[in-house]
């Protein structure tokens, strides 16, 4: 279980989170909207261990890891962690394959098999060689998401992933990701807004004024 | 206009303000090329002005002299024929003395004070200062730089080792006048001649005439002496050191194409990493022009500066090279302190041209690329190097024809030697690194193929980042490659001349170097001397018991050609009947020049030079007209770079009527200890003389020693090419940094810590480092060989037998490796400033 309470953070003197206080249960799926600048972003920062908050607490699974040290931040994203990203964010000199491996490389892993079966299952089975500026917006965000889910981490946050998509990939994506998640158990918190992303979620919140509404 | 200086500042300037480290690598990168190369010029510049500077004297106006052929001093009767026939002739007895207190020399000149008045205006203490000159027999005028630099005045003394005994000269007054050499001192020449037991010498006639009185004047005099240009002396003097100035030109100004290598890196990186900027640029409306004027212009202002602060560190490297310079003039040819080694107007102006080529050429393929970007572009990443990906073929063989043109072109010069200067050998190394340069993106990428598998092995995640890394940046890697490959190959050419260069010479010692002691006047500091021992010395050595043999030697130098060269004159049967540790190979050792007629042994220097083999008829110019020799023996010399021969001593006598000696070898019987012999040697002449007795062991010592300063400049080359790389390798690491902020984001994103991080730019310094090194060995090894086999042949004439330092290169690679992967680490540090939400979250 997830936890946020309380928590407080600001940019200089933005105050961008004001006492916000959340709880996602095992395996939710929850989608965050919100207009620009409302804190989305920071918010999966906070969950994702990338920043710390200024007051509040953030406990996963009962683990307080807001108190953390910068290196067990690391390991936490490491195992615990899959990130999905509005501009795919794939490291632009490996291939394909070596970006989905990647999260099992840094955990000292390797299961090629596992690899090659879920790239299956993202539909990218032939393009193991690729680079990514060599495959189109919708190619390269399902290798964002076989990457999210390749170490199996226990909380998947995802930020605008079909930001950079038109409706129709955006859509096909979103339904690749619901169906791999929902399959694997993993608790999602996506940030949106987009409205019709919602609707795949199993629960929307919306920030506004720093705070879940 | 307003809207060009608008956007420079916006897009030049700016740019420049927000990377500062990147921006102070690559001006410091230039700075240090081209303050290693104007430092070197202007050292070596100043020495030959030194060295010239006492053939002008202080009659700026003569334009003449009379001197004899062989360099020695001759009998004064001439110059009263002389002046019946042109009045305007001034006669000059000089010396180089040796000041053991202040470690330097100092040229005395005996002058007819009263003719040369007109010269010496301005001398100091008037009416009085003409009294002392004259009346004082050891009285002196010095300069003021000489008597500033040792706040010496008026009524001061010097210790002075003048031929092979101790002087001391009382200053009696100060030249003003600034365009005099400063290590000069005047005395008046009845005073020099009797001070110095030189009555009745003289050294040279300055004269000034007409073409028809000057060939009256030939017409007067004997056939040892001659009328000569000064300018062809000066010509003479100045070709000399050619060799060695240019040399070290060259070398120093391959650390400038580090330089360049920089330069391009930072200004690629910049239009790499402003790619989308260029496209909206280009997208708004902006022409190609305005893209390659905004980075022609980041790159000419990123030389300029480099070239201001090269020309300061410039002065910095002539202060400290002018000393090594100095010394190697001074053991090869005459003493030499250099003391003016302010870089002039012309050098700092050559040097900032030099740096705005340099800068331009680092800068134009760069900003070429830059206005090839079209709007649409910038939102493809990886293109930019993609495109090119398929030209490394294309490149490669490019690269190989320029390797395969410089190795022609070095042959060429090898076996036909067209030109007295290696031009082409040196045409040669600049095409053989083109071409390394150009199939260094090849060589790269397929290294890293090879070496894929290990680093993934050995390295896991943080091994294949750096992997991909590197190939997906392959030509910028090259350029790292590259800064480390050349100063490596820097490194491994001049450690390779060096060290073949030390071992051939230590063989040269323990064939020549065979005498038990030796002698030679402290005031010589050269290999070479040219003044005579007294003969009461040789005779003192001779009557001692030990004694088995003494080689009187004796040096002249002789035109040969219309070059100045040196005669050595010995007794080879001396040689033969007490060998070194090795049967003598050279005359200079002892083969006795038998066969028919008078024979000779001639340098491997003149033979390059002319041709000159064994068989060969040559002509010397003697006292008593010219000789034809027979060439008996072609062997090598280390001890000069203006060709040498050896004579037997007999010849002396015969031709030029001489039985003096200018260094003597002393052998000893089997039964006397030589250090025993040494004490005793010294106690009975040192009183009197003023001399240098070595034992065997000591000369081999000192040769030694002079070969090790000779060289001193080098290593000092080599470090700062050591630097430079490893600013290059610093330089172009950083820039990745910078570059990749959003993937070090995303790697952190991914869960890898900062140790990851670090670990994968070092692995990518570390693949650079060795791939660079092993290059550098290869391009070393082929600069090496055209050095010694080439460049040094045509220069210097000396022959080196080829060996390659495997421990010294061992080490020097290990020490290379390590500061490579060092210079990892400042990026690292960098890496960790990034804030992975900044390039990730907010994109």
């Known amino acids: 279980m997830l936890k946020l309470d309380n928590v407080h953070k600001s940019y200089g003197s933005t105050h961008v989170l004001r006492g916000l206080s959340l709880t996602v249960e095992k395996g939710d799926f929850l989608a965050v909207t919100g207009s620009s600048g409302s804190g989305k972003s920071t918010l999966l920062n906070l969950i994702g261990g990338m920043d710390r908050p200024e007051t509040g607490l953030i406990s996963v699974d009962g683990e307080n890891i807001t108190s953390y040290d910068d290196e067990r931040l690391t390991l936490y994203r490491r195992r615990q962690i899959g990130f999905v990203f509005q501009f795919f964010n794939l490291l632009p000199n490996i291939t394909v394959f070596e970006n989905i491996q990647m999260p099992l490389l840094l955990n000292g892993t390797d299961n090629k098999e596992k690899v090659q079966e879920l790239m299956g ?35 998947i946050l995802a930020d605008e992933p079909t930001g950079s998509l038109d409706t129709r990939t955006g859509e096909s994506i979103m339904e690749l990701f619901t169906q791999l998640v929902s399959e694997t158990g993993k608790t999602v918190i996506l940030v949106t807004h987009e409205h019709y992303i919602s609707r795949y979620a199993g629960r929307t919140a919306r920030i506004r004024d720093g705070l879940i509404q | 206009m307003n809207r060009f200086l608008k956007f420079v500042r916006l897009f030049v300037i700016r740019n420049i303000r927000m990377e500062k480290f990147l921006t102070l690598l690559s001006i410091l990168g230039v700075a ?34 009379i001197i004899d052929v062989s360099g020695i001093d001759f009998h004064e009767g001439i110059y009263r024929k002389v002046r019946e026939t042109e009045n305007d002739s001034f006669p000059v007895l000089s010396v180089t003395a ?57 009524g001061d003394f010097l210790n002075a080792e003048v031929y092979d005994g101790k002087y001391r000269l009382e200053i009696v007054g100060i030249f003003e006048r600034r365009t005099l050499p400063a290590n000069l001192a005047i005395m008046d020449l009845g005073n020099f001649q009797e001070y110095f037991s030189k009555t009745g010498s003289l050294s040279r006639i300055d004269v000034s005439g007409d073409n028809y009185t000057l060939e009256k004047i030939r017409g007067l005099l004997p056939p040892n002496l001659v009328l000569e240009k000064k300018e062809r002396i000066i010509d003479n003097r100045k070709a000399l050191l050619k060799s060695f100035r240019y040399n070290l030109q060259f070398v120093s100004f391959i650390s400038i194409l580090v330089g360049i290598f920089l330069l391009y890196n930072t200004v690629f990186i910049s239009v790499v990493k402003r790619r989308t900027e260029i496209g909206i640029l280009r997208g708004l409306g902006a022409g190609k022009k305005t893209v390659i004027g905004i980075f022609l212009i980041q790159g000419l202002i990123l030389g300029s500066v480099g070239s201001f602060l090269g020309i300061i560190l ?77 030209f490394l073929g294309l490149l490669s063989f490019a690269g190989l024809f320029f390797v395969g043109l410089g190795s022609l072109v070095s042959f060429i010069d090898y076996h036909y030697t067209p030109f007295d200067f290696p031009f082409l050998s040196y045409a040669g190394i600049l095409f053989i690194i ?75 010692i323990h064939r020549n170097i065979a005498a038990d002691v030796y002698v030679k006047p ?27 043999a003494v080689d009187k030697f004796r040096t002249l130098s002789i035109d040969f050609r219309g070059r100045k060269i040196v005669a050595g004159f010995g007794n080879p049967d001396i040689g033969r009947t007490y060998p070194g540790e090795i049967e003598p190979a050279s005359p200079y050792g002892g083969a006795p020049p038998t066969g028919r007629g008078r024979t000779i042994g001639v340098s491997k220097y003149l033979s390059i030079k002319y041709g000159l083999k064994v068989g060969d008829r040559i002509e010397i110019p003697t006292p008593s007209g010219n000789r034809k020799f027979l060439v008996r023996d072609v062997f090598s010399s280390y001890s000069t770079t203006s060709g040498f021969i050896y004579l037997d001593r007999k010849y002396l006598k015969e031709f030029w009527g001489l039985d003096d000696s200018t260094q003597l070898g002393i052998y000893l019987k089997k039964s006397a200890d030589p250090e025993s012999f040494i004490i005793e040697l010294k106690r009975l002449l040192l009183p009197n003389y003023s001399l240098d007795i070595m034992n065997n062991k000591e000369l081999r010592i000192r040769v030694m020693s002079i070969f090790n300063k000779t060289f001193s400049i080098t290593y000092a080359i080599e470090l700062i090419s050591i630097i430079v790389s490893l600013i290059g390798v610093v330089n172009t690491i950083l820039a990745l940094v910078l570059e990749r902020k959003r993937e070090i984001s995303i790697i952190r994103y991914l869960g890898g810590s900062w140790v990851q991080i670090r670990n994968t730019l070092l692995v990518s310094a570390g693949l650079v480092g060795i791939c660079g090194i092993f290059l550098g060995l290869i391009l070393g090894s082929a600069m090496s060989i055209i050095l010694i086999r080439v460049v040094n042949k045509i220069s210097f004439g000396w022959e080196i037998h080829f060996r390659f330092p495997l421990i010294p290169l061992f080490l020097i690679s290990g020490l290379l490796f390590v500061t490579t992967l060092g210079a990892g680490l400042i990026p690292a540090r960098v890496a960790k400033r990034i804030d992975p939400k900044r390039f990730i979250s907010f994109e």
């Open chain 1, 121 to 155: 299952r993202v539909r990218l089975s032939g393009k193991e060689n690729s680079f990514p500026y060599q495959l189109s917006g919708g190619e390269q965000q399902r290798v964002a998401i076989a990457r999210a889910l390749i170490h199996n981490p226990d909380i």
């Open chain 2, 522 to 548: 402290s005031s010589c500091v050269s290999n070479f001397c040219f003044f005579p021992l007294s003969e009461g010395v040789v005779e003192q050595i001779k009557q001692l018991p030990e004694v088995a």
């Open chain 2, 434 to 508: 083109t071409g390394v340069t150009l199939c260094s993106p090849f060589y790269l990428s397929t290294s890293l193929k090879v070496s894929k598998k290990l680093l993934e092995r050995f390295f896991g995640p943080t091994g294949k980042i750096s992997g991909g890394d590197i190939s997906g940046n392959v030509y910028r890697f090259s350029v790292a490659l590259m800064s480390v490959a050349i100063s490596s190959a820097l490194i491994v050419a001049l450690l390779t001349l060096i060290f073949s260069f030390r071992n051939s010479l230590r063989e040269w």
């Open chain 2, 314 to 390: 410039g002065q910095i490297f002539a202060y400290f090279s002018a000393a090594a310079i100095g010394g190697t003039i001074s053991a090869m040819y005459r003493a030499v302190e250099i003391y003016d080694y302010l870089i002039s107007w012309s050098d700092a102006a050559m040097a900032l041209m030099l740096g705005l080529f340099v800068s331009f050429a680092a800068s134009a393929v760069p900003a070429y690329e830059a206005s090839r970007i079209r709007p649409n572009e910038s939102a493809r990443e990886g293109s930019f190097e993609g495109k090119y990906r398929k």
């Open chain 2, 32 to 65: 240090l090329g081209i303050g290693l190369f104007t430092g070197i010029k202007t050292a070596s510049d100043r020495a030959v002005a030194v060295f010239e500077s006492d053939v002008q004297g202080i009659n700026p106006y003569a334009e003449q002299e």
């Open chain 2, 98 to 154: 040796y000041l053991p207190e202040m470690a330097d020399t100092i040229y005395i000149n005996g002058v007819d004070i009263v003719r040369m008045s007109g010269f010496l205006k301005g001398a100091g203490p008037g009416t009085k200062g003409y009294a002392d000159i004259f009346r004082k027999i050891d009285g002196a005028y010095v300069t003021r730089r000489f008597a500033e630099r040792y706040s010496l005045g008026i």
